[in-house]
């Protein structure tokens, strides 16, 4: 007998048919399921997102959301005039990725989105504008151009728009992520503003702000202790990159391709505890290696225009436009005239659960995987 043989299955008799048939009729009325029916699609040989590659332009973003403040008003019980972007692969959510929250918030001249919290982790990242602070636990955070600013889970924050022009920004959650594992929680705060101070810096800036320097009497945090993470120092750790990749030194990612990831400065770890945050500068003419990662990630183009390509969709993209790549989905961004870009990611809950993967296929063709 051969080996297929000895695996070869007989056709069951008319009575083992019938037992077999009761066998799935009592599983399914005992709301049990057989492994070996659905295997496949429990344990992939890779991930099959549901989420599908997208982009979001921002020329269709923003007038939409201007629309909404001339129409929308912000208060109690919608609480803030915020869009989410909603992934067609994932349809009946606003989910742009199954972990991931992204929408578009929108302030009119002096308005105030009032206090609330939640379990949920955000964070805000400003393309253009300025003149809005955001008091995150009663500490006044100015909100500017290229700056990255955090609402860890439980915080309690409000906004309020200081100038006579419109403000508009990016919010990141992990709404999708907290739901499913049905952690959420959330609580309004005061009607009123708990300070309209409007500092050029925050007290939390000035205590954790220095590079390099911890300060001795504070504690660790779960998240960031800094809420503020200023675009003037994000571009010269990125311009210092590409500086020393000239003169033939190491620290760039990828030819051409400068990175930065916003850490806690109190643990070294990511600024928050379930999204990794990075910024992305490509010079004229650069291509980055092609990446894919377990977990997903939306990225907006901060500066600059390219062309973006996940799995086998190319988007030519330019200043404010984002996309998401679903889990495993290959990415790729190519530019002339060089290109500036947010990510934002599901990597630290991905890492904390030992389910990282990366695979990285470089610009001469070398592939390499590690867990």
């Known amino acids: 007998m051969t080996s297929t043989d000895a695996h070869a299955v007989a ?13 799935y009729a009592d ?7 057989p492994l070996w029916t659905q295997r496949a699609g429990l344990m992939p040989e890779t991930p099959q997102p549901a989420a599908v590659p ?20 912000v208060g109690r019980g ?26 578009i918030q929108y302030l009119g001249p002096r308005e105030e989105a009032p206090a609330h919290r ?6 805000r990242f400003v393309v253009e504008g300025e003149g809005v602070w955001t008091n995150v636990a009663g500490d006044p955070v100015a909100m500017r151009r290229g700056d990255l600013l955090l609402t860890p889970g439980m915080h309690f924050h409000e906004h309020h728009n200081t100038t006579d022009h419109p403000m508009a920004w990016v919010d990141g ?3 999708p992520l907290v739901r499913q594992l049905d952690a959420g929680f959330f609580e309004f705060g005061p009607d009123e503003l708990g300070t309209r101070a409007t500092p050029a810096a925050s007290r939390n800036e000035r205590l954790w702000g220095h590079p390099g320097l911890r300060p001795i009497g504070a504690p660790p945090a779960p998240a960031s202790p800094l809420m503020a993470y200023r ?16 003169e033939g030194h190491p620290g760039v990612v990828s030819p051409g391709h400068a990175a930065v990831r916003f850490s806690n400065p109190a643990t070294g770890g990511d600024a928050l505890s379930t999204i990794r945050c990075e910024m992305h500068r490509l010079a004229a003419g650069a291509r980055s290696a092609t990446r894919r990662v377990a977990g997903s990630a939306v990225w907006q183009v901060f500066s600059g225009s390219g062309v973006v390509t996940v799995g086998t969709q190319r988007y030519e993209v330019a200043t404010g436009d984002l ?9 790729t961004i190519t530019t002339n005239e060089g290109l500036d870009a947010f990510r934002f990611g599901d990597d630290p809950v991905f890492e904390a659960l030992g389910l990282a993967r990366t695979a990285v296929h470089n610009t001469q063709a070398d592939e390499q995987e590690h867990a």
């Open 118 to 123: 939640h379990a949920q982790t955000a964070f």
């Open 11 to 23: 056709e069951p008799t008319v009575e083992e048919a019938a037992a077999l048939e009761q066998l």
């Open 173 to 175: 959650l992990d709404i």
């Open 27 to 33: 599983f399914a009325a005992a709301d049990m399921a």
């Open 54 to 73: 997208m982009l979001w332009r921002w020329s269709t973003l923003y007038p939409l959301a201007a629309r909404s403040g001339e129409l929308v008003p």
């Open 78 to 103: 919608g609480e803030r005039r915020a869009i989410a972007l909603a992934n067609p692969g994932l349809p009946g959510t606003a989910y742009a990725t199954p972990t991931l929250w992204a929408a």
């Open 231 to 246: 675009w003037e120092h994000t571009d010269a750790a990125l311009a210092a990159q590409l500086e020393l990749e000239r």
């Open 323 to 331: 996309f998401a790549v679903p889990s495993w989905a290959p990415v």
